[in-house]
């Protein structure tokens, strides 16, 4: 196969990709987290002012907010932009659910600003698998290059989280765009890739703030390469100043400015006023807050303040936890066990299969070639020849520890930046499996080598139908080790499984449900909602979580509800719906000194099983 050729199909793939991405959005509503990061990165273009969202990097929400300046959208100023009151977090959610939904009447049409907003990440999305592509390539050759791009685009969690305005597949980008040219700055330190480096980094860190990881990644990397070669010290003080050359570049040139322009409009006391007020709310030492603070008072350093003032409420967060629901239990504490488990249930079993193969494989070659002979110079020669594989299980390594000692956990989302470096390493290894095993066998035309091919080719195409069964509904994606996504809410919820993105396909059920009312015959897809007449419905309670509006999507039909509400108050033959997140955190345990109570949704058990499931995430109930 020719590069060109090769290179024609990788395109294809990845325009098929981009058309999934779009097609798989076409009911869906926003999710939790998109309303915040939409209204900012509209207000950053529209006002060039930096106060809502501060806990994220804009990159992500400028891709998101860019197309819509065109879209002539009314901007809810006077409530959010004329008020001297400091800016508390939540500001972000209320000015975009008023952006999205409460100034509708002026013309603002939510389905149309998601899907324009939307449009960025998926380009990233794209951009990522082509970059993925060339790396690997590289590395490995043609043929694995584009087996690695199958596992990508197939990946549900690349899919479910990169058609949405969320940081998590950027992040996953910006780690391999850095680590790439970090790289290749180890390998030939001249000042062209000293600089090419150093604005890499400055775009990670423009990405997401547990980016933030790189520095002592980078900085385990670059010590151990310089160590490798001859005139050790020379080389490490040598790399050691040029690293520090490449971090002011991406420090000054790339987060400075982009900073700067950012709070262009932020007046200084006002930048200042709303530090103080969410500094105050965090758990930091005083010392920190202090240097943050004074920063905001220079002029100068304020677009180092506010950036720092993101990462420290990133930091803040991470370490406090977020109380979240996860396996039969209630906790606002992390678990050791929670991404272990999230991983091994949410990634498709036929990449675990793979990885066991290649692990199997990497054990053998280890024994067979007796590593506890000669160990050091035979790692130190591997180390050199394939130092760019070791950087990423180091990668892999650093943030999967810095993850699992945290508190905050809400989503597998929150380890997707390694998921890129996993796949190639696991592509890597599968290359070495095949070439390995035809190397051991003394006749080439050996069936082994033949059904070893199928098999391998077996589990690709079963990754690849996993992933296209779950479309459109990729964030409730979940394996047979979990019972499949009808059973993962059992597991874990949130941006696991339930996010707010089917509140759409519930009115388009209950519509459904009228026309069946009304004509004998009446059909609607399935991939939009599942075929079962439940009876005519004229008004539906509903507790929600997610990023859509009820009464914009229901409208009169729609009687809103929650966990305090007494449920003998509700009317026998009524229908009632919840969302997977709500119901799971008030019918489980409560764990880790978590003293709320849980139990407000046991009445449900009467009700068990519900008449039906909206797209994995809504459950409907009626009320006998």
């Given at each position: 196969m020719s590069n060109r050729f090769a290179n024609i199909i990788a395109s294809a793939m990845l325009l098929m990709m981009a058309g999934l991405a779009f097609a798989s959005i076409a009911d869906d509503t926003l999710t939790y987290d998109e309303v915040a990061h939409i209204g900012a990165g509209y207000s950053y273009w529209h006002n060039q002012d930096y106060r809502l969202n501060p806990e994220h990097p804009p990159l992500i929400k400028d891709?998101?907010?860019?197309?819509?300046?065109?879209?002539?959208?009314?901007?809810?100023?006077?409530?959010?932009?004329?008020?001297?009151?400091?800016s508390p977090?939540?500001?972000?959610?209320?000015?975009?659910?008023?952006?999205l939904y409460h100034d509708g009447d002026a013309g603002n049409n939510p389905d149309q600003i998601m899907f324009f907003a939307r449009i960025g990440p998926i380009l990233v999305l794209i951009l990522m698998g082509t970059f993925l592509f060339f790396w690997a390539k590289r590395l490995m050759g043609r043929d694995w290059a584009l087996f690695l791009l199958v596992l990508f685009i197939f990946c549900p969690n690349f899919m479910a989280h990169g058609r949405l305005v969320t940081t998590d597949v950027g992040a996953s980008f910006g780690a391999l765009f850095g680590t790439y040219f970090w790289l290749k700055f180890l390998k030939k330190p001249n000042w062209k890739n000293i600089i090419l480096a150093g604005m890499a980094f400055g775009l990670a860190m423009l990405i997401k703030f547990s980016l933030i990881l790189l520095i002592p990644f980078f900085g385990v990397i670059t010590v151990i390469y310089a160590l490798l070669n001859d005139n050790k010290l020379k080389n490490l003080w040598t790399y050691c100043r040029k690293s520090v050359a490449a971090a002011l570049i991406g420090l000054v040139f790339v987060i400075g400015p982009v900073y700067a322009w950012h709070i262009a409009k932020y007046p200084f006391e006002k930048q200042l006023q709303d530090t103080k007020a969410v500094l105050a709310t965090t758990s930091l030492p005083i010392w920190m807050q202090n240097i943050n603070i004074a920063m905001a008072q220079q002029p100068i350093l304020r677009p180092w303040a506010q950036y720092l003032l993101g990462l420290e409420m990133a930091t803040n967060r991470t370490s406090t936890g977020n109380t979240t629901y996860f396996e039969g239990t209630v906790s606002a504490k992390g678990r050791l066990d929670y991404f272990p488990t999230l991983y091994l249930v949410k990634i498709p079993l036929a990449f675990h299969i793979l990885t066991l193969i290649v692990l199997g494989?990497?054990?053998?070659?280890?024994i067979k070639n007796k590593f506890w002979q000669n160990t050091w110079p035979r790692l130190k020669s591997s180390l050199i020849k394939h130092y760019e594989l070791y950087a990423m299980m180091i990668f892999v390594a650093i943030y999967w520890v810095a993850s699992l000692i945290g508190s905050l956990n809400i989503g597998l989302r929150h380890i997707l930046p390694t998921f890129a470096f996993t796949y190639l390493l696991v592509v890597f290894g599968l290359k070495n499996f095949v070439a390995g095993i035809e190397n051991t066998r003394t006749n080439n035309h050996s069936p082994l080598r033949k059904y070893i091919k199928i098999g391998i080719g077996l589990l690709l195409a079963w990754f690849v139908v996993s992933s296209l069964a779950i479309f459109p509904s990729y964030l409730a994606y979940y394996n047979e080790l979990a019972g499949g996504s009808d059973k993962g809410y059992k597991i874990a919820v949130?941006?696991?499984?339930d996010w707010g993105q089917d509140l759409r396909r519930l009115n388009g059920w209950i519509n459904y449900q009228h026309s069946c009312s009304q004509n004998s015959r009446c059909y609607k897809s399935p991939l939009?909602?599942?075929i079962n007449y439940a009876g005519h419905i004229d008004k539906i309670y509903l507790d929600y979580f997610g990023g859509g509006d009820p009464v914009h999507y229901l409208g009169d039909k729609y009687i809103p509800w929650n966990s305090d509400m007494d449920p003998a108050t509700i009317p026998v033959g009524s229908y009632f719906a919840i969302s997977a997140n709500q119901m799971m955190g008030q019918r489980a345990k409560a764990a880790n000194g978590y003293d709320q109570p849980t139990n407000k949704y046991n009445w449900l058990d009467a009700y068990e099983p519900?008449?039906?499931?909206?797209?994995?995430?809504?459950f409907i109930y009626k009320i006998k």
């Open positions: 891709l998101a907010g860019l197309p819509l300046q065109f879209l002539n959208l009314n901007f809810p100023t006077a409530k959010y932009w004329n008020n001297a009151a400091p977090w939540w500001t972000q959610f209320d000015f975009g659910d008023a952006l494989w990497l054990a053998y070659s280890l949130d941006s696991n499984l939009t909602f599942p519900p008449i039906a499931k909206i797209g994995y995430s809504i």
